[in-house]
C-alpha cells in the first residue's frame, strides 16, 4: 500500500516557502504550512494547492518563539488526524525566516538575538520537537543561504546564524541515520520576489552582474530542488550542502 505523503513547510505562505509547497503538492504531496501573521497570504496559498488535488492547511507559527512549539505541535497533531487521517508526516522544510541588513558596528543586540531565535534556536528545538511527529525514513531539509559561504557587508548575524545551520544539518543526518532520516541543506542567493530581502533595480543589477547566468533568482529556483530532495530520486542524499545561486561569486 502506497502511503500519501506529507510535508510541513514552515513560512509556506509565501515567498520561497510557498513556492516550495506548491512544487511539493505539484508532485503529490499533502501540505502542512505555517505563517506568521498573513493569514489571507496563507489561504491563498492553501487553496492553490487544493486546486492542484491535494490537501493542505495553514497554521500559526512563531518560529522565533520556542515556548509556542509544544502548543503548535498539539495542533498540527489534530490537523494531521482530522485532514490527513495521520499522526505522522513524512517531510519536514526549515523554511520560514526574514532578512537583517546592519553593519558589524551598528548590529544591536536586539538585532542578533532576533536572528538567533529565529534562524537557528528556532530551528533547532522545533525540529527537536517535530522528530516525535516525522515518520522514520522521513526528509528534513534546512534552507541557509549563500552568505554562509560568500561574506556581503550587513549581514553577518544573518550570515553566521545561516552558516550554524549547515553545521547543525550535517549533525542531524548523522544522528538520525539510525532511523533511516536524511538531512540536507539548501542554500539560496539572492531570491527576489515575495521575501523579506531588500529589492531595488541596484541590488538586482549588482546580482545579476556577479552570477554566471547573468539573472537574478527568483522563489521557483527553490522550490524544485526541494521537492527532488523529498523524492525517491534523492534517497541517497545526506548531510549535503547544495547552492542555488546560478554561480554566484564563483
Not at 51 to 73: Q, W
Not at 133 to 153: E, K, Q, T
Not at 184 to 191: F, L, R, S, T
Request: hydrophobic share 45%.
Amino acid at each position: 500500500m502506497i502511503t500519501q505523503k506529507i510535508a510541513l513547510v514552515t513560512g509556506g505562505s509565501r515567498g520561497i516557502g510557498k513556492d516550495i509547497a506548491i512544487s511539493l503538492a505539484k508532485k503529490g504531496v499533502d501540505i502542512l504550512l505555517t505563517y506568521r501573521s498573513n493569514l489571507a497570504e496563507a489561504e491563498k496559498t492553501v487553496a492553490a494547492i487544493k486546486l492542484l488535488g491535494r490537501k493542505a492547511v495553514a497554521l500559526p507559527l512563531n518560529t522565533a518563539d520556542t515556548s509556542s512549539f509544544d502548543e503548535f505541535f498539539l495542533q498540527a497533531a489534530a490537523e494531521l488526524k482530522t485532514t490527513f487521517g495521520t499522526d505522522r508526516f513524512d517531510f519536514l522544510i526549515n523554511n520560514a525566516g526574514t532578512s537583517l541588513t546592519a553593519p558589524v558596528t551598528e548590529t544591536t543586540e536586539a538585532q542578533f538575538d532576533e536572528m538567533m531565535n529565529i534562524h537557528l534556536k528556532g530551528v533547532y528545538f522545533l525540529t527537536q520537537k517535530a522528530l516525535s511527529h516525522l515518520h522514520d525514513g522521513g526528509r528534513i531539509i534546512n534552507i541557509s543561504s549563500a552568505v554562509s559561504r560568500v561574506s556581503f557587508p550587513g549581514v553577518s548575524a544573518y550570515g553566521i546564524m545561516k552558516g550554524a545551520i549547515d553545521v547543525y544539518t550535517r549533525f542531524l543526518a548523522l544522528e538520525l541515520g539510525a532511523r533511516g532520516i536524511s538531512a540536507n541543506v539548501v542554500a539560496p542567493g539572492a531570491i527576489f520576489g515575495g521575501g523579506a530581502m531588500e529589492d531595488t533595480p541596484e541590488i538586482r543589477a549588482y546580482v545579476a552582474a556577479t552570477t554566471a547566468l547573468g539573472r537574478v533568482g527568483l522563489p521557483d529556483d527553490v522550490g524544485g530542488v526541494v521537492s527532488f530532495l523529498c523524492s525517491e530520486d534523492a534517497k541517497w542524499v545526506n548531510g549535503q550542502r547544495i547552492e542555488l545561486t546560478g554561480g554566484m561569486n564563483l
